[in-house]
């Protein structure tokens, strides 16, 4: 059958529901999944194993679980369906429940029109060729015939219980507001945070796939606006915000400023640093502040910059025994204390317990930290096929003149500053940032980056 190959993408599966993601299309990625584990011979034995499926509140979901599922069980494979949950619930499962892989059905931070599928195999993300791989099973036609099983679980108490024996129950009071946005994190973080002991109240905990009151990504700032009205107008310690399928954090202090980040992984950084003790690498993207490394150095870490991705941090991670990782999007991974995967709700629940530990709030944790000039993420449209070779290219010119990174993309250090250029690695676009000690010299190092990429032809 036909299928988009559009909708396969670096880390995920991802399209417009009724448009390139259909029921047919979903039916087919279970059947290529199952193949893929037959294949690869993921679980071992005469039946092929059961595999976790999750999704998130969105109203397609239903329709493609219902799809999916039918492609799995055709092809073999068993389902234990966790229902309504956010993405790093299905990420758990693969850790306490008896399954060979798992896949959330999530349109994450897109718009509502938008759904996909995030897959792991054992207790790993698939990504890059064995995304690819699942379109040419489809293609090929190869899909095995079986015939197997579903049941349910429920994993949302095991879940909470589980993170409240991690984290403990705050040893302090602390005043917080957290914004759900409506997203999958609603069914799980007022209950959530009542357990940990938390006082304060929640944003927009109804579940509503549809998000009426604003999207949930909290790296988008006029998506943070009520959360900032509320920490003001409550004299909150700290505002918390879930993206839509909750494995990404935001966070708001008690100014109502935006803590974006890169300086968030500097506070789970110190505190892991200071408890289980120094030389642990702290891996991080190549998107984030000269202030991250530099933190990380002087509380005794050592800092690796890595490619953006929450796939790529994650087996970096692994490669590197890294206890945390982070990146500017939000994605915050553990693996002291927790299983190596992004978990914003989990991630919210270890930040509030470094807060009430410490008796500071996020700004006088953060006050020594300073704040360079910086852009948010720029993006420019570029054609497709063009964008790698143009990123090739910069890395070559500006290697000619200054020291450089190359890890993803090209970031070039200027001494008072830096510049990044990178091909993003689900869009047609380049993404830059830039950041230095001065609004002067920000603007001369975008200045020439840009002036370069105009070179090219490319439109900034």
């Given at each position: 059958?036909?299928?988009?190959?559009?909708?396969?993408?670096?880390?995920?599966?991802?399209?417009?529901?009724?448009?390139?993601?259909?029921?047919?299309?979903?039916?087919?990625?279970?059947?290529?999944?199952a193949?893929?584990?037959?294949?690869?011979?993921?679980?071992?034995?005469?039946?092929l194993?059961?595999?976790?499926?999750?999704?998130?509140?969105?109203?397609?979901?239903?329709?493609?679980?219902?799809?999916?599922?039918?492609?799995?069980?055709?092809?073999?494979?068993?389902?234990?369906?966790?229902?309504?949950?956010?993405?790093?619930?299905?990420?758990?499962?693969?850790?306490?429940?008896?399954?060979?892989?798992?896949?959330?059905?999530?349109g994450?931070?897109?718009?509502?029109?938008?759904?996909?599928?995030?897959?792991?195999?054992?207790?790993?993300?698939?990504?890059?060729?064995?995304?690819?791989?699942?379109?040419?099973?489809?293609?090929?036609?190869?899909?095995?015939?079986?015939?197997?099983?579903?049941?349910?679980?429920?994993?949302?108490?095991?879940?909470?219980?589980?993170?409240?024996?991690?984290?403990?129950?705050?040893?302090?009071?602390?005043?917080?507001?957290?914004?759900?946005?409506?997203?999958?994190?609603?069914?799980?973080?007022?209950?959530?945070?009542?357990?940990?002991?938390?006082?304060?109240?929640?944003?927009f905990?109804?579940?509503?796939?549809?998000?009426?009151?604003?999207?949930?990504?909290?790296?988008?700032?006029?998506?943070l606006?009520?959360?900032?009205?509320?920490?003001?107008?409550?004299?909150?310690?700290?505002?918390i915000?879930f993206?839509g399928d909750?494995?990404?954090?935001?966070?708001?202090?008690?100014?109502?400023?935006?803590?974006?980040?890169?300086?968030?992984?500097?506070?789970?950084?110190?505190?892991?640093?200071?408890?289980?003790?120094?030389?642990?690498?702290?891996?991080?993207?190549?998107k984030s502040?000269?202030?991250l490394?530099?933190?990380?150095?002087?509380?005794?870490?050592?800092?690796?910059?890595?490619?953006?991705?929450?796939?790529?941090i994650?087996?970096?991670?692994?490669?590197?025994?890294?206890?945390?990782?982070?990146?500017?999007?939000?994605?915050?991974?553990?693996?002291?204390?927790?299983?190596?995967?992004?978990?914003?709700?989990?991630?919210?629940?270890?930040?509030?317990?470094?807060?009430?530990?410490?008796?500071?709030?996020?700004?006088?944790?953060?006050?020594?930290?300073?704040?360079?000039?910086?852009?948010?993420?720029?993006?420019?449209?570029?054609?497709?096929?063009?964008?790698f070779?143009?990123?090739?290219?910069?890395?070559?010119?500006?290697?000619?003149?200054?020291?450089?990174?190359?890890?993803?993309?090209?970031?070039?250090?200027?001494?008072?500053?830096?510049?990044?250029?990178?091909?993003?690695?689900?869009?047609?676009?380049?993404?830059?940032?830039?950041?230095a000690?001065?609004?002067?010299?920000?603007?001369?190092?975008?200045?020439?980056?840009?002036?370069?990429?105009?070179?090219?032809?490319?439109?900034?």
């Open positions: 059958m036909a299928v988009a190959a559009g909708i396969f993408r670096q880390y995920d599966i991802r399209g417009i529901v009724g448009r390139d993601l259909t029921p047919d299309a979903a039916r087919a990625i279970g059947g290529a999944y193949a893929y584990l037959r294949q690869h011979r993921v679980g071992g034995g005469e039946r194993g059961t595999v976790s499926v999750g999704r998130d509140n969105r109203p397609s979901g239903p329709e493609l679980r219902d799809a999916l599922v039918d492609g799995l069980t055709r092809a073999g494979a068993d389902v234990v369906d966790i229902g309504v949950v956010p993405t790093p619930l299905n990420y758990w499962s693969l850790h306490h429940l008896d399954v060979i892989g798992g896949i959330q059905i999530t994450s931070h897109n718009p509502p029109e938008y759904n996909g599928f995030k897959l792991s195999v054992g207790k790993g993300s698939m990504h890059g060729a064995e995304i690819q791989r699942l379109y040419e099973i489809i293609r090929g036609g190869n899909i095995p015939t079986g015939k197997g099983t579903t049941r349910s679980e429920s994993v949302i108490d095991r879940y909470i219980d589980d993170v409240v024996r991690r984290i403990g129950k705050l040893s302090r009071r602390i005043k917080a507001v957290y914004d759900c946005g409506n997203g999958a994190g609603a069914v799980v973080a007022p209950a959530l945070f009542d357990k940990l002991g938390l006082t304060g109240r929640g944003l905990c109804e579940s509503d796939g549809t998000f009426p009151n604003h999207h949930p990504d909290p790296t988008v700032p006029e998506n606006e009520d959360l900032i009205t509320a920490v003001k107008k409550d004299g909150a310690e700290i505002g915000a993206d909750a494995d990404r954090i935001g966070v708001v202090d008690e100014t109502g400023e935006i803590v974006w980040g890169d300086r968030i992984l500097i506070i789970y950084a110190r505190d892991v640093l200071a408890r289980t003790g120094a030389g642990q690498p702290i891996i991080f993207d190549v502040s000269q202030a490394p530099d933190a990380i150095e002087r509380a005794g870490g050592k800092p690796i910059m890595w490619k953006t991705g929450h796939s790529l994650k087996d970096k991670m692994k490669e590197t025994h890294a206890p945390v990782a982070g990146e500017m999007s939000g994605h915050m991974f553990f693996s002291e204390g927790f299983y190596g995967h992004d978990d914003a709700l989990y991630g919210a629940a270890r930040l509030l317990r470094i807060l009430a530990d410490s008796g500071k709030t996020v700004r006088q944790l953060l006050s020594d930290v300073p704040n360079f000039v910086s852009t948010p993420e720029i993006r420019v449209e570029v054609p497709e096929e063009r964008k070779g143009i990123v090739d290219k910069a890395v070559e010119h500006f290697r000619s003149q200054h020291d450089v990174i190359d890890v993803d993309g090209v970031r070039v250090l200027f001494g008072d500053g830096w510049g990044l250029i990178r091909a993003s690695n689900t869009q047609p676009v380049l993404v830059a940032r830039y950041e000690s001065s609004p002067q010299r920000l603007a001369a190092i975008q200045g020439e980056m840009e002036g370069w990429l105009r070179s090219q032809g490319v439109r900034v």
